[in-house]
């Protein structure tokens, strides 16, 4: 976990592929303890320390987790993510290049609960939710390509169902037809950016997290 921005209402951290947002079936510690105990560390807060978790990135995933320091941030940033007025930019590697460098994906993507799985469907069927994405080609290596997605609905699983829909599945993602997993687990989708209007102090904020180390992202040549 590194810490990339922090005031007296929010905590924005980029996360590990490895780690958990919340705890889970795991039993692992999960991310919103971590910053609870590096707050408790940094400030030596006694007792109880408040962290409001308002939005998760899949396991496997990486980048810029927001959180809320205050009873006063929690229930605005929720609003936020409920009206979609956070924008989320995420970078995803594919081993594909997609057939047209930018476009506008929109799918109905039904959620089943067992297989903690999405599936996406060109037109409304039963229980499905509409979900739309924006992707741009930005780079590519000798293997594979960069993609730059912003997000215009949080739906389960949503750009890697899309993108494998599409025919480009993340690299490592096994589980929406990647034909190997990554070394250590991870899948190749990292939350790159965001933008949103601070829920107190109303001023627009603006982050960046770097890429995950090692090779999986190195080599790209971006366009």
Not at 71 to 80: G, V
Not at 115 to 124: L, P, R, T, V
């Amino acid at each position: 976990m590194t810490v990339i921005y922090e005031d007296n209402h929010i905590i924005v951290v980029n996360k590990a592929a490895s780690e958990i947002v919340q705890g889970d079936k795991t039993g692992d510690t999960p991310l919103s303890e971590t910053v609870k105990q590096y707050l408790k560390e940094k400030y030596a807060k006694p007792g109880n320390v408040f962290i409001g978790v308002t939005h998760r990135l899949d396991r496997p995933v990486s980048g810029l987790v927001i959180f809320a320091k205050t009873s006063k941030a929690l229930p605005r940033l929720n609003e936020m993510f409920k009206n979609s007025e956070v924008k989320k930019t995420y970078w995803a590697i594919v081993k594909d290049a997609p057939k047209e460098a930018e476009g506008e994906l929109v799918h109905y993507l039904v959620r089943n609960e067992k297989q903690n799985k999405s599936y996406a469907y060109e037109k409304e069927v039963p229980n499905s939710k509409k979900a739309i994405l924006h992707y741009r080609l930005i780079g590519r290596s000798q293997n594979y390509f960069l993609l730059e997605v912003d997000l215009k609905t949080g739906r389960h699983h949503q750009i890697r169902c899309q993108l494998a829909k599409m025919g480009c599945p993340i690299k490592g993602d096994l589980k929406y037809g990647s034909p190997r997993s990554n070394p250590d687990g991870s899948i190749c989708l990292h939350a790159r950016h965001v933008q949103f209007i601070h829920p107190v102090s109303k001023e627009l904020i603006e982050l960046d997290a770097p890429v995950p180390a090692g090779s999986l992202w190195n080599g790209f040549e971006m366009f």
